[in-house]
């Protein structure tokens, strides 16, 4: 079956970085979504960013000019290099993955079920 395992989350003081990874295993199609998103216990759970499998990317408004997202096909490992961290990137970080046909990493991003999740890393920025 489908598994995401994430990692690579901490503490950073504003203005510096992290690079959170989701190793995939299990997918049966060539075609997907994958991306990251963000959610604290209460609040709204927020799409940061996605890349289709054949390259497209897509990031959100808070995240454009500071995230990164990549795809490394070899090792089947989604990437979120996230730079200029500030307090408001606090949260725990999900990646998800979706075989559906959503029209473009756009799509992924404001939808906030997917069918796929992993486990979430925790980022915490201190001012």
């Known amino acids: 079956q489908v598994q995401l395992l994430a990692s690579g989350g901490g503490s950073v003081q504003t203005g510096g970085s992290l690079n959170v990874s989701c190793i995939a295993s299990g997918f049966t199609r060539s075609t997907y979504y994958m991306g990251w998103l963000r959610q604290d216990p209460g609040k709204k759970r927020e799409g940061v960013a996605a890349?289709?499998?054949?390259?497209?990317?897509a990031l959100a408004d808070s995240a454009s000019g500071r995230f990164s997202i990549s795809l490394d096909n070899a090792k089947n490992t989604l990437y979120l290099q996230m730079n200029l961290l500030k307090p408001e990137d606090t949260s725990m970080y999900y990646c998800?993955?979706?075989?559906?046909?959503?029209?473009?990493?756009?799509?992924?991003?404001?939808?906030?079920?997917?069918?796929?999740w992993g486990q979430g890393t925790q980022v915490n920025v201190s001012s």
């Open positions: 890349v289709h499998s054949d390259g497209r990317t």
């Open positions: 998800a993955a979706d075989f559906r046909p959503l029209e473009g990493p756009e799509r992924f991003l404001r939808r906030t079920t997917h069918s796929f």
